[in-house]
């Protein structure tokens, strides 16, 4: 994507704060083309899933399965249905259980979570050692690569 200019990124950020302050507003609209034009959140949202669904799937191809695309339908099902969003479902367990039940449910899934972690204790030089081995590998993968990213693309898109 080329470069956006100081002005564009302006514009993008006053959507942003829109979505961040107001996304589950109704009737929330979002400008297009600096303000040009407003559109409907659920609209522009299931728009720009529409195109990163076409990226999900070059990954999809590339890793096998449908994860990344999952996740993009998982999305788009938000904007019909804004309690399936994450700041809906903690408002939700804040209603229902309040700030510290909600608080106290992450810190135990968290430490479930981190207890079925191994414990393993790096050093520095273990981060210096992986970086090398990384790019070797890297280095080794671009010198086996003959194929002209063009074609990748072509082959995959």
């Given at each position: 994507a080329p470069e956006m200019s100081s002005s564009e990124l302006a514009?993008?950020?006053?959507?942003?704060?829109?979505?961040?302050?107001?996304?589950?507003?109704?009737?929330?609209?979002?400008?297009?083309?600096?303000e040009t034009a407003q559109f409907p959140l659920p609209q522009v949202g299931?728009?720009?899933?529409?195109?990163?669904?076409?990226?999900?799937?070059?990954?999809d191809s590339i890793n096998g399965g449908e994860a990344y695309q999952k996740v993009c339908d998982e999305l788009v099902a938000c904007f019909d249905n804004p309690d399936l969003t994450f700041s809906a479902r903690i408002l939700r367990s804040m209603i229902d259980t309040g700030i510290g039940g909600t608080g106290k449910a992450f810190a135990e899934a968290y430490r479930n979570l981190l207890r079925e972690e191994p414990l393993e204790i790096l050093r520095e030089e273990d981060f210096v050692a992986e970086r090398e081995a990384s790019e070797r590998r890297q280095q080794e993968m671009e010198a086996a690569d003959t194929e002209p990213f063009a074609v990748w693309l072509e082959k995959h898109a």
């Amino acid at each position: 994507a080329p470069e956006m200019s100081s002005s564009e990124l302006a514009c993008t950020r006053v959507n942003w704060n829109r979505v961040i302050l107001e996304g589950r507003k109704p009737g929330l609209t979002l400008g297009i083309g600096c303000e040009t034009a407003q559109f409907p959140l659920p609209q522009v949202g299931k728009d720009l899933f529409r195109d990163l669904k076409r990226v999900a799937q070059t990954l999809d191809s590339i890793n096998g399965g449908e994860a990344y695309q999952k996740v993009c339908d998982e999305l788009v099902a938000c904007f019909d249905n804004p309690d399936l969003t994450f700041s809906a479902r903690i408002l939700r367990s804040m209603i229902d259980t309040g700030i510290g039940g909600t608080g106290k449910a992450f810190a135990e899934a968290y430490r479930n979570l981190l207890r079925e972690e191994p414990l393993e204790i790096l050093r520095e030089e273990d981060f210096v050692a992986e970086r090398e081995a990384s790019e070797r590998r890297q280095q080794e993968m671009e010198a086996a690569d003959t194929e002209p990213f063009a074609v990748w693309l072509e082959k995959h898109a």
